[in-house]
């Protein structure tokens, strides 16, 4: 598709994943991406201005699940489209075979699920990813690099990134809907985040 009438035109909620362009003309990426997650999960690349951090963080606030900044070598843009695919399917870890539950928060690595308090999260896959690798890992500080890791499928680098920070704030809404200020994911200054459980809870 070469524009926003393009974009549904070509059925994208039937696609196994979507790379879509922040640039499209007649209507934004992000404008395409908002109203396709209101009824589709499907795995969403946006392809990025250079260096652009605005770009990246409004994506993956509404819903996109990982970035590729232009120019790109193809073979970067392939690998992170295999990389998200294997990550939306579940991989092949052996450890995902069983229902993981922390506390209120409950996991199914296999069906790509996840509940708090028995009501359905809605979740893209790279805040699947990080939750499901912070409640396995519940009372150690994990760094930023090691989280974008779980969520991406790469470190952050020498340069500082924000995605993971926004995942995370995203993840806190999710989580914990009804606190101001008490959250089960905690930053750990020059540290990273570790999740704890909350009071009262049995891991």
């Known amino acids: 598709a070469h524009d926003g009438a393009g974009f549904w035109g070509a059925d994208p909620i039937g696609a196994d994943l979507i790379v879509l362009d922040v640039m499209l003309p007649g209507r934004s990426g992000f404008e395409l991406l908002k109203e396709f997650r209101k009824n589709s999960e499907v795995p969403v690349i946006m392809l990025t201005a250079k260096d652009d951090d605005v770009d990246r963080v409004v994506g993956l606030e509404i819903g996109a699940d990982d970035y590729v900044s232009k120019p790109f070598n193809p073979r970067v843009l392939v690998a992170r489209v295999r990389a998200v695919l294997r990550r939306a399917s579940g991989g092949a870890r052996p450890e995902a075979a069983s229902r993981l539950t922390v506390g209120d928060i409950a996991l199914d690595p296999t069906t790509r699920e996840a509940w708090r308090r028995e009501n359905l999260l809605d979740l893209t896959t790279a805040e699947f990813n990080l939750l499901e690798f912070l409640l396995r890992n519940v009372g150690e500080v994990r760094s930023r690099d090691e989280l974008s890791l779980a969520a991406f499928g790469r470190q952050n680098g020498d340069k500082v990134d924000r995605n993971v920070d926004t995942l995370i704030s995203k993840l806190r809404r999710k989580l914990d809907p009804d606190e ?23 891991r």
């Open 180 to 202: 101001a200020t008490e959250y089960r994911i905690k930053t750990v200054r020059n540290a990273g985040y570790i999740c704890i459980l909350p009071a009262g809870s049995e």
